[in-house]
C-alpha cells in the first residue's frame, strides 16, 4: 500500500512558476513509475507527466513540453513538478499517481487506469 500526498498548489498569476511535491510512504518507492495529471472543472483528467524509476527518462504531455518539469527523489520518496511560465489554462486540481512496475513511452506514462494510487490532489490556480 502506498499513500500519496500532494503539496505546493496555490494561486499564481499568469507567467509564474510553483513547486508542486508528492511525498509518498513505504519504503519501495523506487519500484514505482510516478505521474502527474490534472484536472479542470468539467473536464476528463488529462496527463501531464510522468517519470521512470530511476529518473532516467521522463514524458511530457504537449501542454507541458518546454514548462513543466518532472523529478524524483529516491531517498526521500518524493516526485516533483516544477511549473514555469504558467497560463491560466493550467489552472485545475493536480495528482500524483504510483504505477507498481515501469513506464516505457509517453504512451505506457500517459494511461491513468495503469496507475495503481493516486493522491488526493493539490488546486493550483493561474490568474490571468
Known amino acids: 500500500q502506498v499513500q500519496l500526498v500532494e503539496s505546493g498548489g496555490g494561486l499564481v498569476q499568469a507567467g509564474g512558476s510553483l513547486r508542486l511535491s508528492c511525498a509518498a510512504s513505504g519504503r519501495t518507492f523506487s519500484s514505482y513509475a510516478m505521474g502527474w495529471f490534472r484536472q479542470a472543472p468539467g473536464k476528463e483528467r488529462e496527463f501531464v507527466a510522468a517519470?521512470?524509476?530511476?529518473?532516467?527518462?521522463?514524458y511530457y504531455a504537449d501542454s507541458a513540453k518546454g514548462r513543466f518539469t518532472i523529478s524524483r527523489d529516491n531517498a526521500k520518496n518524493t516526485v516533483y513538478l516544477q511549473m514555469n511560465s504558467l497560463k491560466p489554462e493550467d489552472t485545475a486540481v493536480y495528482y500524483c499517481?504510483?504505477?507498481?512496475?515501469?513506464?516505457?513511452?509517453?504512451?505506457?506514462?500517459?494511461?491513468?487506469?495503469?496507475?495503481?494510487?493516486w493522491g488526493q490532489g493539490t488546486q493550483v490556480t493561474v490568474s490571468s
Open positions: 499517481a504510483a504505477k507498481l512496475g515501469e513506464v516505457y513511452s509517453y504512451y505506457s506514462g500517459s494511461y491513468y487506469p495503469s496507475y495503481d494510487y
Open positions: 517519470i521512470r524509476r530511476s529518473g532516467s527518462s521522463t
